[in-house]
Structure formats: structure tokens, C-alpha cells
């Protein structure tokens, strides 16, 4: 997403009213600063990730000294933050020009977020991120993102990207090593080696490396780099372009979750930008009258009862916070209750989705 400065806090989670509404879109654009107009690279990534109700998880392990040598004093430097997913500045590929046999590269400056694979003790990286729930109404569902390597061809990154069914997910409890994802990028394989800088050709890359999973999805938007003073190119280093990739969500009604999963060995990094998530808002839904629901108490200290008809499919309530973030996702039966204990005192509000009606209620937990 272009780069834009904002010191207020946005939300950017929609329902519609359409087949091609917009059910959710983050890219990740807005910029925290202070008073003096320095970066705020903490209160950045709650704007843009905590704020509006997404998740990540990482096993923090520490970024080779490659990457943050010099950093101390970079305005985007955070040890630990940059452990985790992240909100970055990047630059971008976006066209070739050739002009009197010289080759430059137009590019543009992006805002999106990224993870690192590059630690100092090679392994495996572990980080998660994890979209809010997402209400699809029928089989219109679309999914879109943009992803691009830090690197590549030579230590192209890879990931995957699983839909989970329901809307109390966390990057915790979800067994990831032991689902099936729905898209996997391929990764270059340096499990047991990693490329001299004497390979230069990507088909020597291919030969003696290769990219894995063999299912996986390549990413192939490069250019060629420059030539050296010996008019050699090295089409293993090539400048990335983002790429944007698309699934369909047409096997899914209810909650929905979408977890992307960057979990690739020892290369360098990836980015993501622009999450989007289309398809039919709430039209065709019918409020639920007050009469079919019984919520109570009202103001509540420790656990709120939501009574309502055992006829109804797939009840799902949410609970949000007077700034407008998800703090809580419960799926219900026929009779249930949700412990709010652990909730700020103040105002929320309680909506809840059937694949038939939706109902909203505002309450008060109490001190």
C-alpha cells in the first residue's frame, strides 16, 4: 500500500451488502508518530495488527547480525518487534527501462509487513499471522494478498496459507504442522548447504538446490539485475516485483479465519501487503427481534447468558471494544455464556451471527 502518515488510529474491517463486498482489507499503511513527527514503529504495528483484531505469533529467535548490524540508530530498528511480523517500508520493482543500452529499474516505496527466515543460528522460522473472523454468507468468497521475497531467486522465501473454519482461532492452538495447507510458496532448499557466490546461472540454482514443496506455487515476478564490469549477469540475485495471488472461499459459510505461515529455513525474508477478502456481506440477513433472545445481566461482572431459540445454525458472537477492536470470538449452542471477567470495565458491544439473522447488543462490564 502507498506510503501515507496517519497519528490517529483507523479501522479497516468492513461488512457489505453485495457479492463483491468487502468483508476485510488490511495494508498495513498506517504510520504512528508523535508530536514531533518521529516514527513510532511500537504503536505502528498495534495500529496496523492489534487494533483491529489481527494475531501473531513467533518464536523470537534472534536475527542474524548480517541484517541488524548499524540498526541501533535506524527508526525502523526493533529488536524484538523485528522478530515478529512487522510493519516496513519497501521498495518495489515496478518497471524496466532500457534507454542508450542502459538498464534502470522505475520502483515505488510500499508499506507492508514482513518476517525474517535470516537468524543468526540457522533454523527454521515460526512466525504467524492470523486475519479476524470473517462472516461468509454463501459461496462468493474470494481471498487476495500481495507477497514478495526479500531475496531471490537465491534465498527465496517461502510460506504457506491455511483457511480455518470458525472465528475462535488463535496461532496457538491451531496444529499447523499437522493440517493441510490451502497455497504453499516454494522456498529455495538450503537445509544442507547454501549456495557459493560462484553459482551465478539460476539453472545451476535449480540443479544443485531447487525449490520446495514440489506442489508449491513459484514466485516469478524478478528482473534481471545490471551486468558486472565483466558484463556477466548473476540471474540468481534478481530485483523482485510483488506478486499478487488469489483463492477461492466457495467451500466455506460461517466464520472464517486465514492464517499465513512463514516457515522457511535460513533463506531471508518475505513481505505480504494489501489482505483483502471479498464476497456477500450481510444482505439477506434478517435482525433477530429482541423477543427470540434473551441476554442478561446487563451490567455484568464475571460471565454474560445468552438465551436463545435451539433452532438456530451456527451462532457465533463477537464482542468489541468501544474503539471498534474484536477482543473476544465465541461460537454458542442453544444455551450458553461467555466469561467476560477478564474484560475491561466499559461499554461493548455483542453482535451475533446465525446463518439466518444477526443481532447486536451493546453492554456494561462492571468493576
Known amino acids: ?108 516505496t510500499n508499506i507492508g509487513l514482513r518476517s525474517f527466515s535470516w537468524f543468526e543460528n540457522p533454523n527454521r522460522a515460526a512466525t504467524v499471522l492470523m486475519t479476524p473472523p470473517v462472516y461468509l454468507k454463501d459461496n462468493t468468497g474470494r481471498l487476495f494478498w500481495k507477497s514478495m521475497p526479500l531475496q531471490g531467486p537465491r ?108 516457515d522457511s529455513y535460513n533463506n531471508n525474508g518475505i513481505i505480504l501487503d494489501d489482505i483483502l477478502i471479498k464476497g456477500t456481506g450481510t444482505i439477506g440477513l434478517k435482525e433477530i427481534s429482541l423477543g427470540s433472545l434473551n441476554v442478561f445481566p446487563n451490567p455484568v461482572l464475571h460471565e454474560l447468558f445468552i438465551e436463545m431459540e435451539d433452532n438456530w445454525i451456527n451462532p457465533t458472537v463477537q464482542i468489541f471494544d468501544v474503539n471498534g477492536r474484536l477482543v473476544m470470538v465465541q461460537d454458542l449452542k442453544a444455551m450458553n455464556s461467555i466469561k467476560v471477567g477478564t474484560l475491561e470495565p466499559g461499554q461493548y458491544l455483542l453482535k451475533l451471527h446465525t446463518d439466518t439473522g444477526f443481532y447486536t447488543q451493546s453492554f456494561i462490564k462492571s468493576k
Open 155 to 262: 534465498y527465496q522465501d517461502g510460506y504457506k496459507v491455511y483457511i480455518l473454519e470458525g472465528g475462535s482461532n488463535t496461532p496457538e492452538n491451531v496444529p499447523f504442522q499437522t493440517i493441510d495447507y490451502d497455497f504453499v510458496m516454494q522456498e529455495l532448499d538450503v537445509t544442507n548447504s547454501s549456495p557459493l557466490p560462484t553459482i551465478t546461472s539460476l539453472f545451476e540454482l535449480e540443479r544443485d538446490f531447487g525449490f520446495v514443496p514440489e506442489d508449491g506455487s513459484n514466485h516469478v515476478e524478478y528482473t534481471l539485475p545490471d551486468t558486472n564490469e565483466l558484463g556477466e549477469v548473476d540471474s540468481t540475485r534478481q530485483h523482485p516485483f510483488m506478486q499478487d495471488f488469489e483463492l477461492s472461499l466457495g467451500e466455506y459459510n460461517g466464520y472464517i479465519q486465514i492464517a499465513f505461515v512463514h
Open 1 to 108: 500500500m502507498k506510503f501515507k502518515l496517519f497519528s490517529i488510529l483507523s479501522i479497516v474491517f468492513f461488512l457489505g451488502n453485495a457479492q463483491d463486498d468487502t468483508l476485510l482489507f488490511n495494508g498495513f499503511s498506517f504510520m504512528a508518530v508523535d508530536s514531533n513527527s518521529y516514527f513510532q514503529l511500537d504503536e505502528t504495528n498495534k495500529v496496523n495488527v492489534d487494533y483491529q483484531g489481527w494475531q501473531t505469533r513467533s518464536d523470537m529467535r534472534a536475527i542474524a547480525n548480517a541484517v541488524t548490524d548499524n540498526m541501533d540508530f535506524y527508526i525502523w530498528y526493533d529488536n524484538q518487534i523485528w522478530r515478529d511480523w512487522h510493519v516496513i517500508p519497501y521498495t518495489e520493482s515496478i518497471d524496466t527501462l532500457i534507454e542508450d543500452e542502459v538498464v534502470t529499474y522505475d520502483t515505488t
